[in-house]
């Protein structure tokens, strides 16, 4: 790349007898970027790499400008910049299609008369198998091993793919299954804080960036890394080293003051910042920490909060350089040279944190007084609706009338068959029978069951098992707990699934382990598991009871996801909560219970057990912490990360430079995406006579739209793979078969919780087919109409998209047909994957216009003209035509946003646009 150096900032640094080359912010600052150090550490990160890539094309002098104009502007978003990422993670849901997409871009390079050897990642990609474990087994000593070998057998075909892909692709790897969450892997070794490579015969030095498949890439911001989520549309665009078109963002500053007092944990402080940054409305924007609490977090709290930036709504939850930084990098292993290299780095370039130094301006703040935080769940399905813990029973008594649909059941209505749970459940949960929930039998079990039973109890997910605090707080409750004769109540599944091999080290040093065991907190795996809906089945008679009763069953985690239909397709009500409230629910048993004025249970004396009793201080914590946690832990399970156990190394791998797909695998398949496509593309056609999938309301999220979770045997992805002779017990998950676009459009807009609002008081992906007027699946309407040769669009509310950064929301909608989604307002990454994917997102240009406005019943046809010469963020007008013929206009804001992304639509996507330049 050629390099201007506009701002004459090219410079040496000398750290520890090695030379760096940089491109240093006080000399930009001096010649011209006026102002320069007075923007957030964040913006100092963009603007280094505007410095470092500019070429005169994609990254101008003027964008890199436009960065301290920012100053003048009052941090108004604003300017379209191309940002460059030092490397990618992704996780294997996403991932897998990922490589299938490389693997797919090989076969059709050579189709176009091109070298398939250029297709390769040009930036580092880690990818880390961490989403196909599933807890199949849980509570016993073995429950790890047979959970691994379940998860071989269940994946071996996209094992065997990841493999190939690992050894014919050059910068990719793989870190096996059993290793970690993607996320924790990256805190604690992938990531850097500052990267290095050699070009040229110089080390060029430059911040750590990554984009991740994976929403909770945000994490490493703890580490003052900045990285988000991305689609796996993105990711392939940068690691096909394609820039992310970006526009500078406003950033939000979040002033910490105080400590947190005892008693409570990062995950109560991180749902209180969840709350408040939601109400704040920062979405689109980074959000940067300061403020003199800081020095009251660990990194490992930091990295708490930085993770549940999806849940608040931030692009990013960024913490500056500083000496917990340096003293994190120590104890996690990393080399002496990159530790002395960070912190010269980070203090030659302005983008270390002192305490007491003057603060960044920002766009707006808001502020967080640590000693005012308390123990918080949040619940019972948004991760922003934080609940104390103190009003838990309360709250979730006042939700049950909407969680059970109308349903009205008093005790009364119990049969008499449940009569003897009735005073049992009562006793149980310290309530007399005439308050507590009307028990029903569960077969074969000497227990009942009750609306607001916990039947899930699960320490999960990134977002708190990399924080040694709450885990080894999990485990002092669970030690305290069973010293007094306490047991997890019998109709709840117990489950441990750290985010690194590393936990386990340290909980077994400490002994905590054993107490975990003891109360059936046994390891099940290391991965997302219950918190992306692999929590597996439940106990057939529990599920069969809770089904037949229509009972509001409920589980506890530790994750950062609780939206519907999420957790498990049996339980309606997820509460988000730290580890050791995790084991407290379990024993608990029930929402009902009040667990901070009621007892827990009895202990061997008949006394009543209250969570005071076995609450641990935070001293005891951090002496534990202190003790165990150590460098040696991470240097000895870090050494040999990629190589993978007994299982992964013995997978035999075939094909060479192109894959050699098997026609019969349920899994991986060449997708459709390069059929016929030419080096140049066909001009773009209107929108004309489209008919209407689907009308949804607000809050839409790409867990609704996107195939994710178990799949239905009596839906069409389930009937496609009984025709592909596979058995309902191995359908395994969505998520395992995202290889596979056969199955994934069957099961985009399946959710078994959307509801479509052309059919009313339906549950899950049906919609009426036009001008039939037959109740069909989505899907099967969406074939039946591309067989008519009619273009599709959808209409939804407020906030489409939210959630996880799933591709296959908007794949699965480009395979169905669907031109257009035109709606109230977009979640950034979903935006700009339909857009990725060639689909045209539209916003309702006047404030207040809805589908609901505008009286749409789902039996009209649109149109749009003008897409042929579409303009960023013109403003056009779809004509609306009523089944009696009457028409209406209505204009809409097209949100393909940037040049770039223009260029991505009209080439029919930006994986087409990409191959035509490497195969040109």
Known sequence: MSHPDSFKSRKTLDVAGKSYTYFDLKEAEANGLTGASRLPFSMKVLLENLLRNEDGRTVTADDVRAVVKWLEDKGSAGHEIAYRPARVLMQDFTGVPAVVDLAAMRDATAHLGADPKKVNPLVPVDL????????????QPDSFQKNVDVEYDRNGE???????GSTAFQNFRVVPPGTGICHQVNLEYLAQTVWTKDENGETIAYPDTLVGTDSHTTMVNGLSVLGWGVGGIEAEAAMLGQPISMLIPEVIGFRLTGKLPDGTTATDLVLTVTEMLRKKKVVGKFVEFFGPGLSNLTLEDQATIANMAPEYGATCGFFPIDKDTIAYLEATGRAKDRIA???AYAKAQ?????DGAGDPVFTDTLELDLSTVVPSLAGPKRPQDR?????????????????QGGRKKSP??????????????AAQAGQTPETSPARHTVEGAEHGIADG????????SCTNTSNPNVLVAAGLVARKAAALGLKPKPWVKTSLAPGSQVVTEYLEKAGLQKDLDAMGFNLVGYGCTTCIGNSGPLPEPISEAINKNDLVAVSVLSGNRNFEGRVNPDVRANYLASPPLVVAYAIAGSMFVDITTEPLGKDGEGRDVFLKDIWPTTQEVSEIVRKTVTRDLFESRYSDVFKGDPNWQKIDVSGGLTYDWDDRSTYVQNPPYFEGMSMTPNPVTDIKGARILSLFLDSITTDHISPAGSIKANGPAGTYLVEHQVRPVDFNSYGARRGNHEVMMRGTFANIRIKNQMVPGVEGGITKHYPSGEQLAIYDAAMKYKAEGVPLVVFAGKEYGTGSSRDWAAKGTVLLGVRAVIAESFERIHRSNLVGMGVVPFVFAEEGTSWQTLGLKGDETVTVEGLTDVKP?????????KADGSKQTVKLLCRIDTLDELEYFKNGGILHYVLRRLAA
């Open 128 to 139: 880390v198998i961490d989403h196909s474990v599933m807890v199949d087994y849980f509570g």
């Open 158 to 164: 996209r094992y065997t793919f990841l493999r190939w």
């Open 341 to 343: 290299l960070v912190e």
């Open 350 to 354: 302005g983008m270390w944190r002192e």
């Open 387 to 403: 609940v104390a813990l103190t009003a838990a029973a309360p709250e979730f008594k006042k939700a049950l009338a909407e969680l």
């Open 412 to 425: 009364a209505a119990a049969s008499a068959g449940d009569e003897r749970f009735m005073a049992e459940g």
């Open 453 to 460: 039973d916990v039947v899930i109890a699960a320490i999960t």
């Open 873 to 881: 963020r013109q403003i056009m007008e779809a004509t609306i035509e």
